[in-house]
Structure formats: structure tokens, C-alpha cells
């Protein structure tokens, strides 16, 4: 079992950015692919962007050039830089973990979720 807590949402004005963090339990942390998924209201859950296993990352083209994720495996954490914010960016932000490593857009290939946070853009 992987539990996922999200940080580091909050209010910004347009062009501002922010820093979202999840930390992760679990030993094995390394091995699993991490996302980053959003829900605005009114609309379904959709891809932001992914870390796999081996590192390589891959965005959403609504975010590509100005979010980046990382993560630290050794701080069981991985991170969602959010530079250049919209409003169209307001939603909350969950984490996601995906056991098998593998990268995917797709939320049904995640075996775990975090609560998550909200992120507001203000115009």
C-alpha cells in the first residue's frame, strides 16, 4: 500500500508560479511511475504530467514548456514546478502512482491517489 499527500497549492496571480509537492510511503518508491493529473469543476480528470521509473518525463501539450516534474527518490517525493500559471490552470492537483513504472496519460493505470490540492489563478 502507497499513500500519496500533496503540498504546496494555494492562490497566485496570472503569469506567477508555484511548487506542488507529494510525498510518498513505501519502500519502493523508485520503482513506481509518478503523475500529476488536475480536475477543474464542471470537467473530468486530466493528465498534467508523468515520471517513470527510469526518470524520463512527458507533459500534457496544455502545460509543455512550463511545468516540469521531478522527483528526489531518496526523499520518496516528486514535485510539480508550475511556472507561466493561467487561470485555465485552476483545479486541484492530485498525485498519482503507478505501480508498474511504466509512464501513461491514463488514470487507469494508476493504482494510487493522493487527496489533492488546490491551485487558483487569479486573473
Known amino acids: 500500500q502507497v499513500q500519496l499527500v500533496e503540498s504546496g497549492g494555494g492562490l497566485v496571480q496570472a503569469g506567477g508560479s508555484l511548487r506542488l509537492a507529494c510525498s510518498a510511503s513505501?519502500?519502493?518508491?523508485?520503482?513506481?511511475?509518478m503523475g500529476w493529473f488536475r480536475q477543474a469543476p464542471g470537467k473530468e480528470r486530466e493528465f498534467v504530467a508523468g515520471?517513470?521509473?527510469?526518470?524520463?518525463?512527458y507533459y500534457s501539450d496544455s502545460v509543455k514548456g512550463r511545468f516540469t516534474i521531478s522527483r528526489d527518490n531518496a526523499k520518496n517525493t516528486v514535485y510539480l514546478q508550475m511556472s507561466s500559471l493561467k487561470p485555465e490552470d485552476t483545479a486541484v492537483y492530485y498525485c498519482?502512482?503507478?505501480?508498474?513504472?511504466?509512464?501513461?496519460?491514463?488514470?487507469?493505470?494508476?493504482?494510487?491517489w493522493g487527496q489533492g490540492t488546490q491551485v487558483t489563478v487569479s486573473s
Open positions: 513505501g519502500r519502493t518508491f523508485s520503482n513506481y511511475a
Open positions: 498519482a502512482a503507478n505501480s508498474r513504472g511504466v509512464g501513461s496519460f491514463n488514470r487507469i493505470d494508476y493504482d494510487y
Open positions: 515520471s517513470a521509473w527510469s526518470r524520463s518525463t
